[in-house]
């Protein structure tokens, strides 16, 4: 057995990203299909948001310059939003509604609160006010000929009220990426058995990879399982080669003999079999087979749950025309210290506690999925580092990937 040196968690990453060009084509859609797919072009405001000067408040609209202290103002116009008001006669006011358009002289809007009627009728001002009060300037919130929205990003409901606000109602977004999952194992049985064998267990990182590809607004377009034999490994990627884009796969890429992903991806593709310095993780492969991008994840469920989150999701992401960003992430304490480093950047499981310390989970394995259904994300020890109370580290929130 060589050892070959394990590769830095960053150098993996830079190569991960540098390797995963889109895989899609571009489609036309509807805006109501739009959310969670990702944008294909810039998006650059055609129109001023708001597109006139329009008032921020329930009140009275006037010119600035004709208001005086205990001087009533007749009320010459009522403008409710929706109408286009006429020009503002000298020496009155209007009364005016939350969303409607201030007349041509106006500049001013008073809230209906800092007013009152005097028994002719008139308004009396008795507030002092600023000119401009309550008004919201045409493009205060989005200038005509602004870019609203770069290529690659992944609407959001906000993005998607955004561009309706645009008046766009159509959008050029990728097309969908066929992400096929394949899981290996002979001891895995699916979910829908319902006693185990002995030796059996079920088939947990086929589920969770699936809802990882969904959590990341896509699906997965097929998902199979092959015992651990060549032929069924074969067979399996040749089928999800056929119908996919993009292959993602959990287990059978360590060392052993039972571990047929890679040899069947060596006969009938490429690949690169890195043995990343993080915990939990280490093996991933890194390839094509029958002429598709092929990701190997380790068959451990946190392994494939911290690889998918770090790396998968980065493949995913830019293979479907995506734009990669760094996960959110907080500076908070440890609750502990720990003298001794590894060689590996780790992912321990934390809560937080109300004091915003890191408390990792106790059971840390990378068998063990459980630490992750109770914590709040991941502290990330850096390689080589030693683990001090009094030093800070990154927080990444599971919600962040
Ligand atoms: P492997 O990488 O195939 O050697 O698998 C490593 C460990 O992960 C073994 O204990 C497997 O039983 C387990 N494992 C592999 N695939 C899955 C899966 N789909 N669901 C749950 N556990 C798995
Ligand atoms: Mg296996």
């Known amino acids: ?7 830095p968690f960053k150098d993996a990453l830079n190569a991960i990203e540098k390797a995963s060009s889109c895989l899609v084509k571009q489609e036309y859609i509807k805006l109501h299909h739009a959310l969670n797919r990702i944008l294909a072009t810039d998006i650059i405001a055609g129109i001023n948001i708001p597109p006139a000067d ?58 209906q609160e800092n007013t009152s009627i005097d028994s002719a009728g008139r308004v009396v001002f008795n507030h002092p006010l600023s000119q401009g009060d309550n008004v919201r300037p ?3 919130d989005v200038k005509i000929g602004q870019q609203v929205l770069t290529k690659g990003t992944r609407l959001t409901p906000q993005h998607i009220g955004m561009l309706a606000s645009l008046g766009i109602h159509q959008v050029t977004c990728f097309e969908k990426l066929k992400i096929g999952v394949l899981t290996t194992g002979d001891e895995l049985t699916a979910v829908e058995t319902p006693f185990l064998k002995s030796g059996q267990i079920y088939n947990s990182n086929g589920p969770m990879l699936i809802s990882l590809i969904q959590n990341l607004g ?22 999800l080669s056929a119908e996919c884009d993009l292959i993602l796969s959990s287990g059978g890429v360590s060392v052993g003999e039972e571990d047929h992903v890679k040899e069947v991806i060596e006969k009938n593709g490429a690949m690169d079999l890195w043995k990343v310095a993080i915990k939990p ?12 991008p092929f990701i190997g994840l380790p068959g451990n469920p946190s392994s494939s749950l911290v690889t998918f989150h770090w790396f998968a999701r980065v493949a995913i992401t830019a293979h479907a025309g995506g734009r990669v960003k760094h996960p959110q992430k907080y500076k908070v304490y440890p609750s502990f210290s720990r003298k001794k480093a590894i060689g590996r950047d780790e992912f321990l499981r934390v809560s937080l506690s109300e004091d915003n310390k890191a408390e990792p989970h106790p059971q840390q394995s990378s068998g063990a999925l459980f630490a992750s259904c109770v914590s709040d994300g991941y502290l990330h020890i850096p390689a080589n580092q030693s683990i001090d109370q009094s030093q800070l580290f990154d927080f990444y929130p599971f919600s962040s990937f």
């Open 1 to 7: 057995m060589s050892h070959s040196p394990m590769m």
């Open 54 to 111: 329009n008032s921020a408040m329930d009140g009275y609209a006037l010119n600035a310059k004709e208001w005086q202290a205990n001087q009533p103002l007749e009320i010459s116009q009522r403008i409710p939003a929706g109408i286009s008001p006429q020009a503002l006669k000298p020496n009155t006011c209007v009364r005016i509604f939350t969303g409607a358009i201030l007349p041509e002289g106006a500049d001013t809007v008073v809230m």
């Open 138 to 140: 045409t493009g205060q």
């Open 281 to 292: 993780g280490k093996p991933l492969v890194f390839g094509h087979v029958f002429e598709t």
């Open 218 to 239: 896509h699906s997965a377009h097929s998902c199979l399982h092959a015992n651990d034999n060549p032929e069924e490994t074969k067979n399996a990627l040749r089928t």
